[in-house]
Structures are given as C-alpha cells and as structure tokens.
C-alpha cells in the first residue's frame, strides 16, 4: 500500500469526506463486521447482538461511563458480543452437522488461559448452559476456577498442561462432585501417574490421549504440532500408553482424543491435513478396543484482524463456516469407511470467541509534529546555511527526489561541522529549521499523490507522533512480543478527512512502547491517519478486537496497571446497562504488588518534608501540597488524570 503525504484539506464549504470513506481508510468494513460500524454523525457504532438488532454510539457511551467517574483508559466488554460469538460457533457447527447429516453433536469448551478474568468466566458459562459449553484448563489455578465455575453436570471440563498428583487427583475427585473432567495425556509419563492416582484413590478419571501431529502449524505459534512440539504424544508412544492402560484394566476409561496445532491457524488448509490425520488416529484408536466418543480439535479458529482473508498471519483465508465444514466433512470421511461411530466433536476455540467483545479506548494526550517554520535570515550566514536557504527556494515540482538528497547532505554535514567545532549551536538550529522547511515544501508538493519508494523516509520523517495515554505493555502486548496487529482508530470524527500521518507512541519510557504498523483497505501501513488536536477537544482512538490473551499478558512496565473496565449489556427496553464495573489498579496497588508499602513511602517523604520545612527549604503549604499530590495518586489508577491531560 502507499502512502500519501497528506489527505489534502477540503475547500471551506466541500463536505466529500465520509464515514464511508473512513470506514475503508481503517479496513472497518471488513475487520469490523458485524459489530463495529459508523454512524452520520462520524461515530463508531457498536451493534453488540450484530444482526439481532440494537446498536449502541461508542463515543456517548464513553461520554457517559466518564460522567461515572471511569477514567480512560478503559477497556469495555460488550457481553452480548461474546454471547454471540458462541451462538454464531454453534450455530455454524449446527448448519455443519446438519448439512453432512453427521450423526453426532459439537460441544465446545472455552481455554480459560485466553481470558481468566471471573465475570466473562462467569458469564460464558451461563450463556453456553444451552449448549452445555465447557471450559479448557491448563494449570491447577484455571482448574480450581473452572471446578468452581463450571456448575454444568453435561459440560466438559477438558484437563490439560502439565499435572502433578495433587491435579490428577483433584481431576479424578471433581467426578465425585458430578463434574466431567476429563484428564488429557499429553506425556508419556503422565499415565502412570494417573494409573498410580486411579488405584491411590480407588477411582478412575475419564481421560483423553493428546497426540503429536506429523503437520507442522504454521504462523508465529507454528511449534504447537511436529516432532518438535511441548506436547503431545508420538504414534509410538500413542501405542505405549494404549498398552498401558489395557495392562492397568483403564483402556475402557479412554474417551477422547486431543489434538492442538497452534493458535491462529492462518491456513485452512494445514488444518485439514491435521484433521485427516487426528481422524485416523481415532479410528485406531477404536480398533484398539478404546471405547473413544470425543474428539477434541483444540484451539487455531482464528480472527480475521486486518479483514483481508489471506493466510497471512493477521488473518485466515477461511470463515467460521468453512472452518465447522471442515471439522465436521474430515473426521466424518475418516470414521465412516471403518463403521467406526461420529464422535462428539469438540474444540476448544479461544481466540475466535474472545478477541472482539472488548475494545479499549484512550485519549491522545498531545502530538509530536515538525514544523516548517524559516529562521529569519541574518548577515553573514555560514556557507552550510546559506546553501539550505538556496535550496529551499528552488524547490519545485520537477526537482523534488533531487531536492531531498540535496537537504539531507546539507543537514548532515552542519552536524558535522557542529561536532567538529565549525558551527555554532545557533547556526546548527538554523540548519535543522531549515532542513525541516524543505521537506514540509517537498510534502507540499508531493500531497494527493503517491510517493516515490525512495522518498518514504520524507513521510515517516514528517510523521506526527501521537502521545497516547495508554501503555502498549499493560493493553496490546501482542504488539510488542509477536508484532501481532489490531484494528487501531479514531473513533470519532470520521466525518472530517484526517489531515495528519502518525504513529501512536504510549505512556512509557521504552522505545518499544509505540506502534508503527496499522490495518487500512489494502493492506498494512507504517502511518496511520489522524486528525489535528483541537484545543480544549478530547481526541479518541480505538484499539479492537483485543479481547483474547492482551489482557493477561499485559504486564506492568513502568508499573502501569490495569485499566478501568466496564461490562456493558444492552437493556431489553433499548440503551444499555452497566453490568459490572472492575477498577483499575491503583498507584497502591501496584506499589503492593512488588512489596513496597504506600504507607511507608509517604511516610518517608513526610519526614523529609519537616527536616526541608526546618533547613528553610520547603513552606508548609508546599509540603501539604507535595504530600496530598502523593497520596492522590496513590488512590488512582496509573494512568495520567482527566485533571492532568494537558490540552
Ligand atoms: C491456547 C490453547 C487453546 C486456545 O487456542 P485459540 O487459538 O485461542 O483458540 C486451545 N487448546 C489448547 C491446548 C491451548 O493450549
């Protein structure tokens, strides 16, 4: 894609811009469907229950959980979204199974890693009692939650990670409880522990084999299948651990068959040469003398981020629908020709169900801009200068690649001729003011049309940055670790043209804390568009389909902590209700988590006050007004206040 130096500013009066034209600038046509939207008034728009009906203004709603004292950043949880996206899993299972004529059923469960937080735990099991959805644990911590959570007796509860005993018999115990756990084997060793537990306890657990996949995944968690993968089992040790358990007289307890090939599967076809494989296994696995009956595919649906369908790591080449097709067509082709019966299809999809019923909005707090203002000219100016301000006055449309080479030259050299003692500092600035007002004149020219591949320096160089108050490390560590990309964008003022070319940097002091790669309508970009700041206006980005795994693989870098949250429903009668409110970590609490004590602290600081009030340094008011700074910002999030956005 390329870029444009500018959108070009509307004559007074010329309306052309709209939010059809910002709607594909952002790529929200397609990575936004269904829910996201914009509406005349150049808002996005949230139609949480998506073809169902009601639709809510994204930008009142933050307007109003403002009024109620939530402070930006704020990430809201549209449940009705999750709601849907699990009617939407099934649904497509559902159109599958009946369009195969497959005679067995689907039953997911949902990987808590993807988002441990209790209410949408909670409300993902109430929900999917319909289907008697499950849940996926992989450590002992997300099975306490899911034992707890997971009050449906036909739900499955799907064990996997690494078990110690106190797991395996805290699984095999949950049966007792008229719970479903069902322990996956995913190491060799781990089946004589579980033989060991069955017999310590007198009782048996259900339990799953996860196999090995030949299929290398693809994409950046690739190594999840192959013979290089964590976990899972080989064919050979497959055959092991079948012996084993008909040794143990526990062959009768095998139920399920696992298998998990990486998260994001990016191409529909890697997951079809997974699929053929699985269902043979299954199928021996039957012949085996295993009584089998589920099927679980794991977790890879993948999100469409950038809205392209390619196989590319920001998207999938396929839909939901094509994915169900899949699973439901291949394992029927494998057990059909043995007599063998359909399993219950399960998976255990996080990603898909998760990444879009959360968005986090942020306010900007201030831009970076270069400006092409010319320092006024004096006597007896060095050669360096004057050459620049020949330069600038020759620029032209004919000459511009040639005049940019020329401004670069010019500039290096003054800052050479500064380190080596030939310049003055005043004389370096003019150089830098000058080079700078060269190329805001070559931009001028190149606006409305495509830049040229070697002047892309020009554009990045000109780029505002936009200060964001947010930290990428704490909202979309993604970005950070894996270069993984969201939907980023204003999200209001999308009536008006952006006239402004940015990059979003955050609140902290590392480098790495900015992101300089955005979705637009053909593909990705290093700039994103934007709007000038209006004084006194708040200006409002964006940042969507974050939901799965951001929010607890944030960390606290500079001790950002976690944002205000709000769970919002839309209400029967229209509008919404605010369903829950979460806060976000406070200045104390973060101090807390790494074994500081807020009350010492200030406390310190007190008593260096009265020694500075003693020496003459300090007044009694400026030590109150020190102390209550202190002690505010420990009673409020990490995050800069509404009082102290600077406009
Ligand atoms: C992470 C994980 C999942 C979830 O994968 P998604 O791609 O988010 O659906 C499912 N199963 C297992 C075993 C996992 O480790």
């Known amino acids: 894609m390329q870029t444009h130096l500018s ?124 289907w008697n959805f499950g849940l996926e644990a992989g450590s002992k911590a997300e099975l306490l939650v899911a034992l707890a959570l997971l009050d449906d007796p036909d739900a499955l509860l799907i064990c996997n990670g690494y078990k110690d005993n106190r797991y395996l018999e805290t699984a095999i115990l949950a049966r007792r409880l008229g719970r479903r756990p069902l322990a996956v084997i995913e190491q060799p060793h781990e089946v004589h522990d579980l033989i060991a537990c069955s017999q310590r306890l007198g009782m048996t657990p259900l339990m799953g084999v996860r196999a090995k996949l030949s299929v290398p995944s693809m994409g950046r968690w690739g190594t999840s299948s192959g013979d290089g993968s964590k976990f899972g089992l080989s064919a050979p040790q497959l055959l092991v651990t079948i012996n084993t358990l008909q040794e143990a007289g526990l062959l009768e307890d095998l139920r399920l068959l696992h298998m ?87 998976s255990e999809s996080g990603r898909a169900i998760a990444s879009h019923f959360s968005v986090l909005v942020f306010d900007v707090l201030s831009t970076g801009t270069v400006n092409g203002v010319i320092p006024p000219q004096q006597e007896e100016e060095p050669l360096l200068v004057r050459n620049l301000r020949a330069l600038l006055d020759t620029i032209s449309p004919d000459n511009l690649q040639e005049a940019w080479h020329d401004a670069l030259k010019f500039k290096d050299d003054a800052l050479s001729a500064f380190r080596l003692g030939y310049l003055s500092l005043i004389d370096r600035s003019k150089a830098e003011q000058l080079y700078w007002a060269c190329c805001c004149t070559i931009a001028e020219h190149l606006s409305r049309q495509p830049i040229p591949a070697d002047l892309q320096p020009l554009a990045t160089a ?37 006239q402004a070319l940015g990059t979003l940097a955050d609140l902290t002091c590392d480098s790495d804390g900015k992101l300089n790669n955005f979705i637009g309508s053909g593909g990705h970009k290093s700039l994103l568009e934007l709007h000038h700041l209006q004084p006194g206006e708040p200006y409002w980005l964006g940042l969507f389909l974050g939901g799965a795994y951001q929010e607890i693989m944030g960390n606290l870098h500079n001790l950002f902590g976690r944002t205000n949250a709000v769970h919002i429903r839309l209400a029967p009668q229209g509008g919404y209700r605010v369903e829950q409110v979460v806060r976000g970590n406070t200045t104390s609490d973060v101090l807390r988590a790494l074994d500081h004590d807020p009350q010492a602290l200030v406390e310190r600081l007190r008593q260096d006050s009265e020694a500075a009030i003693a020496a003459g340094n300090l007044t009694i008011p400026e030590a109150h007004r020190l102390i209550t700074h202190v002690e505010e910002s420990l009673r409020q999030t990490t995050y800069l206040g509404p009082d102290m956005v600077p406009h």
């Open 7 to 130: 959108q070009g500013q509307p004559s007074p009066g010329e309306t052309t811009w709209t939010a059809a034209e910002s709607s594909r600038l952002y790529g929200l046509e397609h990575w936004g469907q269904p829910y996201f939207s914009i509406n005349e008034r150049g808002h996005v728009i949230v139609q949480p229950r998506a073809e169902w009906g009601g639709c809510l203004d994204l930008v009142s709603l933050v307007q109003d959980l403002q009024a109620r004292n939530l402070s930006l950043p704020l990430i809201i949880r549209f449940d009705d979204i999750l709601e849907d996206r699990l009617t939407k899993l099934h649904g497509a299972f559902e159109r599958a199974m009946a369009q195969y004529s497959y005679e067995g059923k689907y039953q997911g469960v949902f990987p808590i890693k993807c988002h441990q937080q209790r209410h949408v735990v909670e409300h993902l099991v109430r929900v999917g009692r319909r």
């Open 260 to 346: 998990h090939i990486g998260s994001q599967i990016s191409d529909i076809a890697v997951l079809k040469e997974a699929l053929q494989e699985v269902g043979q296994l299954y199928v021996q696995l039957v012949a085996m003398g295993a009584p089998m009956g589920y099927l679980d595919v794991g977790g890879g649906l993948g999100v469409d981020y950038d809205g392209s369908r390619t196989a590319t790591t920001a998207s999938t080449n396929y839909s939901l629908q094509n994915y169900a097709n899949d699973v439901v067509a291949t394992i029927q082709e494998c057990c059909q020709p043995h007599g063998v019966p359909m399993p219950t299809l399960v």
């Open 462 to 498: 000109l780029a505002a940055t936009y200060y964001g108050n947010f930290s990428i490390f704490r909202s979309a560590p993604d970005t950070w670790a894996i270069d993984q990309l969201f939907p980023v964008m204003p999200i209001h003022r999308l009536h008006e043209p952006p």
